[in-house]
């Protein structure tokens, strides 16, 4: 009995995700940690009670809501947003991800190891989790300049991670023979490829405001924001290209040319947070933690490498911009989260660098494990610290 299978563990994924969720309060701890910790101790490799080919029944949910949540981070972007900002946000992305790369591929370089290899696991150190973020910042119900800023830069981020990684990759393959791009194609084209992901974004942003036009019922209009941002994230991955691009992107349009976006983000707040749970219930039971014990000097190296480049280049980037103190001290710990994106990539260096796939598998989904336990924790103490977070 399949259906009966899979509709007893859906709701038992969300409500043990509920129940660790709010056992973690006790501690002072984001919902978010207990849903990865709910995920992490009943999945296949701690108690099992959800088997493997259940977490990978439920893969779609990772789609759907991570769909969500860049689409929501877009809305954020009205123009009024950028004028109150300005450039900040786009040097402080910048420069947190070009460093936290670059800090990765100088170290592993340094101590001995294969220069391709080291240039395409670092280019993944540049990526962090909205999906942890925007979870944090709706829980805690943050305000602030820190929050707008860390939101902004979150969006920002995954592009950049995006350019870099297939620039990398690109120059690994020509290192190792197996390149037959130009070094302008190496660069042009992975910036080819997240312009399509934007105008992709940008019709579907238009779609949903030509179509809302015409359905004016709350209930209606629900239905078409959620079947818009599925079609605009099925299309960007039947193309090979960035769902989460393509979604904010969506989001960012649509909020730009109607004034109604505000109201929508509220429909969709009132019917994702189901998803949201399953998302990091699932993403926790997919972690494996006896990869701790495998991922040795390479390992260490990206892990601390990683959060020294996002916290020093953070801090450089608002510090050049004449960002206020708190910018400059809070946006920085706030990225460390990590999971979706790097998730994704692992998934395309396999088929790009299949020489370096299981070493660079095995280094990402520990630091992964690792970052999205500790990493939300991290998040809200700093916008705490912020006063930007309310507890409850």
Do not use: W
């Amino acid at each position: 009995m399949p259906q009966f299978t899979h509709l007893l563990y859906i709701g038992s994924i969300l409500l043990f995700g509920l129940l660790f969720g709010r056992f973690v309060k006790i501690f002072k701890f984001p919902n978010v940690t207990g849903y990865l910790l709910a995920g992490l101790l009943l999945g296949p490799h701690i108690l099992g009670f959800f088997s493997l080919k259940i977490i990978r029944d439920c893969s779609i949910v990772s789609e759907m809501a991570l769909a969500f949540i860049a689409f929501i981070i877009g809305c954020e972007f009205k123009r009024s947003f950028f004028r109150r900002l300005g450039m900040t946000p786009v040097v402080i992305a910048f420069f947190e991800a070009f460093l936290a790369v670059a800090i990765v591929d100088i170290v592993l370089i340094a101590t001995g190891h294969d220069v391709a290899f080291s240039i395409v696991l670092g280019s993944i150190a540049a990526a962090t989790a909205p999906a942890a973020t925007v979870m944090i910042i709706k829980q805690y119900r943050a305000k602030g300049q820190v929050t707008d800023m860390l939101m902004s830069v979150v969006a920002l981020d995954d592009s950049v991670a995006l350019m870099a990684f297939a620039i990398s990759v690109s120059i690994a393959k020509r290192m190792n023979g197996n390149g037959d791009l130009s070094v302008a194609q190496t660069i042009v084209t992975p910036m080819l490829e997240i312009a399509y992901t934007l105008i992709i974004g940008a019709i579907f942003g238009t779609l949903m405001y030509l179509l809302m036009k015409s359905f004016k019922k709350q209930n209606n209009q629900l239905i078409i924001t959620v079947s818009i941002i599925f079609i605009c994230s099925a299309l960007s991955l039947f193309l090979e290209l960035s769902s989460l691009l393509s979604c904010m992107m969506c989001g960012m349009f649509f909020c730009n040319i109607s004034s109604e976006s505000d109201e929508i983000v509220s429909l969709l707040d009132t019917c994702t947070p189901p998803i949201y749970v399953m998302f990091f219930v699932v993403s926790g039971a997919q972690l494996n933690i006896e990869l701790v014990l495998k991922i040795g000097s390479v390992g260490f190296i990206y892990v601390i490498g990683r959060v020294v480049g996002k916290l020093l280049g953070a801090r450089i980037g608002a510090e050049i911009m004449g960002a206020n103190k708190k910018i400059c001290r809070y946006v920085g710990p706030a990225l460390i989260p990590q999971a979706g994106v790097a998730i994704g990539l692992i998934v395309a260096a396999e088929t790009a660098v299949p020489e370096y796939a299981e070493q660079i598998r095995t280094v990402v989904l520990c630091a992964t494990m690792l970052y999205e336990i500790v990493g939300p924790i991290i998040a809200k103490s700093a916008l705490k610290r912020a006063g930007e977070i309310r507890e409850g």
